[in-house]
Every structure is written in C-alpha cells, then in structure tokens.
C-alpha cells in the first residue's frame, strides 16, 4: 500500500513538474513580450513611447498634480511629421528644456530627440478645448491645415500620451500557477523525503521486479 501512496506521490510530483516546465515557458515568452517596445498608438492601452524631435512649452497644467500638458512633434526620417500631447510632471521640466527651447528658436543647437514613455490616456472634452485654442502657435509654419473640431482626432487622435504613470508590471493568471506548483511541489517532496525508507523500498521493488522480468 505504502508503495502505491509512494508512486502516486511520485506520478503527482512528475506531473507537476511537467505543467510547471509549460508554464515556465509561456510566462517568459509573456515577459519577453512585455519587453517589446511599443509605438504610441490610440487605438490601445499599452505602455508605449513617442520620439519627441520638437515640443511646447505647457499649454495647460494641473498645480495639485505637477503636471503640464504639452504638444510635440515626431518626425519620421521621410520628413513626414505628426503632432501629439504628452502629459509630463513638471519636475522633469529640465529634461525637456533644450527641445523646447530649440523649438522656440532660443538656441541654434539641435538636441537629439527624446524617446518618452507612458500610457495613452482619452482626451477630456476640457483638455480638447483647450487644445484647440493653442495648437496653432506650435504646429509647423509649413501646414497649410487649420486643426478645428471637426479635424481634432485625425491630426491628434482621441488621446495623448501620460508620461507620469509609471510602467505597470501585473502578476498574470501563469504566474500564480507557477506559484502554487512551486508551493504544492514543496509539500510533496518534503513529505516522500520523510518517508525515504520507502523509497529505498520502492526501489529495491523495482530492482526485483525487472529481475524476474529478465528471468523470464
């Protein structure tokens, strides 16, 4: 009988191991994925970034929270360019400073444009409003397109970028099974290496067992 419990625990623990191995695979691919840098997109909720080439100065600002509210412009290397709000904590203001005061014209060096990180967040109808009213001191002296209501999304999307939340990191559903294979896996092997006896025993069984098998 004790043999059999001792199989069994040995099955459960093989068992065990197999479903940890698979779920130790996809929870790396996961984070491998998670890794993966992500382009800001409105259309998703994914941590992702934008590559700031020129930006304004705060065009709102919310005191309680330090934040200010900026336009920037990505440029792509065609020459093609795409305006954007960000939302950054106004402490950071000096990572920012040689951007915006080469967008200004304040300084004759062009800075290298920052990569800028964070969540896309929905527009307020407020923020939007205020938007409006400001866009047009920024964008390029080259368009030729007044950014109005009835254009507002095409030219700067439903969303802006909120740099000031950090990267969220959730514990998946794999994660915690991997954890309570861990723990269960624990349990099982402390409890058959109490009883190594019989497993000396279950081996001696086997040994015997593959004897009479090649007798006969």
Do not use: Q
């Not at 625990?9 to 065990?16: A, D, G, H, S, T």
């Not at 929270?65 to 792509?76: A, C, L, P, Y």
């Not at 047009?136 to 700067?156: A, D, M």
């Amino acid at each position: 009988m004790k043999e059999n419990k001792l199989e069994k625990k040995l099955f459960i623990i093989c068992i065990e191991s197999i479903c940890l191995f698979l779920l130790i695979i996809v929870g790396l691919k996961s984070y491998k994925d998670n890794l993966k840098e992500v382009s800001f997109d409105h259309s998703n909720n994914e941590y992702s970034y934008i590559n700031v080439s020129s930006m304004s100065e705060k065009f709102a600002y919310d005191k309680d929270k330090d934040v200010g509210t900026h336009f920037v412009i990505e440029k792509e290397e065609t020459g093609k360019w795409h305006i954007y709000i960000i939302a950054i904590k106004e402490s950071t203001y000096s990572k920012y400073k040689n951007i915006i005061d080469a967008s200004y014209e304040r300084i004759s060096i062009k800075p290298k444009p920052i990569k800028v990180y964070g969540y896309p967040s929905k527009t307020s109808t407020s923020l939007k409003s205020i938007a409006l009213r400001n866009v047009s001191n920024f964008i390029p002296r080259e368009n030729k397109v007044e950014i109005n209501e009835n254009n507002y999304e095409t030219y700067l999307t439903d969303s802006y970028l909120d740099t000031t939340i950090d990267k969220k990191s959730p514990i998946t559903i794999n994660i915690i099974f991997i954890i309570i294979l861990i723990v269960l896996e624990t349990i099982i092997l402390i409890d058959t290496i109490v009883d190594k006896h019989y497993i000396r025993r279950l081996i001696k069984y086997a040994i015997s067992r593959n004897n009479r098998k090649r007798i006969h």
